[in-house]
């Protein structure tokens, strides 16, 4: 349990950051996440760069149409916010969910979607709420689709060469509501099976869905069948019930010590008719 030896670099801003930034280094945030690797060496940087004081990619700013959450924010600090309150209240009550208190003090919503847990809850919330990543490198900044970020098993979009600096959440409409449930791992909190939906209507038909699972599969995924099913009818308990039979369509369910695929399949199904019919 004792990691490999590593360097220790301090940045005091993104562009000294990448600057410092080796082809084997590793970014440091909370290290809620990278940390326990290092200690297992299953990750084994030449390097750290710690941006945990880099103030700038802490805030979380209220724009126009969306908020703007810096990839150094704390769990903590988003479950507090007024501003998601108001208009991402999916996203303030998700990071409240999130570990214990200890790790939402000091983990970072941007090192947990760099680190792509299969389990995690930020990849699903983030799908439903169609999330923008920003991403800096030497080359200048980039904004990805959260759709193109989570590629498979501990996989992003991310380059070696590239440090998340903050995720834009769309304002919620007046005609939109979301939400998140999951199935825990009582240890860890992380999600056996997590759901995160959300659904636009207008005069009682749903006009939008956005429907998202962690812990099912190697990555977090959208349910479009669930999504292209609740488009046009109602949230009437039938009509969700055959909905969300689609819930693993296309998709290789996981099977581990903490349940079978067969088991993750149902539970899928059923976190998903408790989450929609929460909305």
Not at 27 to 34: E, K, P
Not at 49 to 66: F, G, L, P, Y
Not at 195 to 209: L, Q
Request: charged share 20%.
């Amino acid at each position: 349990m004792i990691p490999a030896s590593f360097e220790y670099k301090k940045a005091n801003s993104i562009q000294e950051a990448l600057a410092m930034l080796g082809e084997d280094d590793k970014i440091l945030a909370g290290g809620h996440s990278l940390v326990p690797a290092m200690k297992l060496r299953l990750n084994m940087p030449e390097a750290l760069v710690d941006i945990s004081k880099i103030e700038a990619i802490q805030e979380i700013r209220n724009n126009d149409q969306t908020i703007t959450i810096g990839a150094g924010a704390t769990h903590a600090s988003i479950s507090r916010n007024e501003d998601l309150k108001k208009h991402a209240p999916m996203v303030a009550e998700v990071a409240g969910m999130i570990g214990d208190i200890q790790v939402r003090n000091r983990g970072t919503i941007g090192g947990s979607i760099a680190h792509a847990d299969p389990s995690a809850d930020w990849p699903a919330v983030l799908l439903a709420a169609d999330a923008k990543i920003v991403i800096a490198s030497a080359n200048g900044n980039r904004e990805v689709d959260v759709d193109q970020f989570f590629k498979g098993f501990y996989e992003t979009a991310l380059n070696d060469n590239e440090i998340i600096t903050s995720i834009k959440i769309p304002k919620s409409a007046a005609n939109a509501n979301s939400c998140y449930m999951k199935f825990v791992q009582p240890a860890s909190r992380f999600a056996i099976v997590g759901c995160a939906a959300a659904i636009a209507k207008d005069n009682g038909t749903v006009s939008a869905a956005r429907i998202a699972f962690t812990g099912v599969s190697d990555s977090a995924y959208r349910a479009k069948e669930i999504e292209n099913a609740l488009k046009g009818g109602d949230l009437s308990a039938d009509h969700i019930e055959t909905a969300c039979a689609g819930a693993t369509a296309g998709v290789d369910v996981m099977s581990d010590h903490f349940a079978s695929e067969k088991y993750r399949a149902h539970l899928a199904c059923v976190y998903a008719k408790r989450a929609i019919s929460r909305l």
